[in-house]
């Protein structure tokens, strides 16, 4: 898995100061009744502290960073994932806050919520098989966003076949002129 860091999710959990969990920040910051902090669990907004630690040691590194509340609190209420960030380098983290099954799919989504883009290693490797992880509706919006993007990959691929074809036909029009001059 290329897009992906190996990480010590203990080490993370042991230090707070270095490791700031900004999914789980969002989260407290979203329920108005106290009761997170408290109890683990808010029913009335129907969250669980426990959607928000960090469980499997892979970190997923993010390019932009300081995102919206909204879009956090999207991640780590829609997504089996977390945002962390490394105060001592500055860099931006997604990682999975559960296991057991493939979560490419909780990634890819987090990365289109993020950052709009799947990184293009992830992209090939995102699970195809609908309603895995995901409800249907953030299937069909994943999906359209892998399609649009595998799109855009191919035409990118297509231009840069038409610059090698152009070489080539460039350089068998000099040596043609070459061995013209000769004759
Ligand atoms: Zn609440």
Redesign the pocket.
């Known amino acids: 898995m290329g897009y992906s860091i190996y990480q010590d999710m203990q080490e993370v959990n042991e230090n707070p100061d270095k490791w700031v969990n900004h999914g789980r920040e969002a989260l407290r910051e979203?329920?108005?009744?106290?009761?997170?902090e408290e109890e683990n669990y808010?029913?009335?907004?129907d969250?669980s502290e426990d959607s928000a630690i960090p469980m499997m040691n892979y970190l997923y590194p993010l390019e932009l960073k300081d995102f919206e509340d909204s879009k956090l609190l999207k991640v780590v209420k829609e997504t089996n994932c977390t945002i962390l960030e490394n105060t001592e380098t500055g860099e931006w983290f997604l990682c999975l806050c559960g296991g057991g099954m493939d979560l490419s799919q909780d990634i890819a989504l987090s990365y289109q919520i993020l950052e709009t883009w799947i990184p293009q290693d992830l992209l090939r490797e995102v699970c195809k098989q609908p309603l895995l992880s995901l409800g249907s509706k953030n299937y069909k919006k994943l999906a359209r966003g892998i399609m649009k993007q595998l799109k855009m990959e191919a035409n990118r691929n297509k231009e840069k076949a038409k610059d090698w074809k152009e070489s080539l036909a460039n350089l068998r029009a000099d040596e043609k002129a070459k061995k013209e001059q000769k004759e």
């Open positions: 979203s329920c108005k009744h106290k009761q997170l808010c029913d009335k907004c969250i």
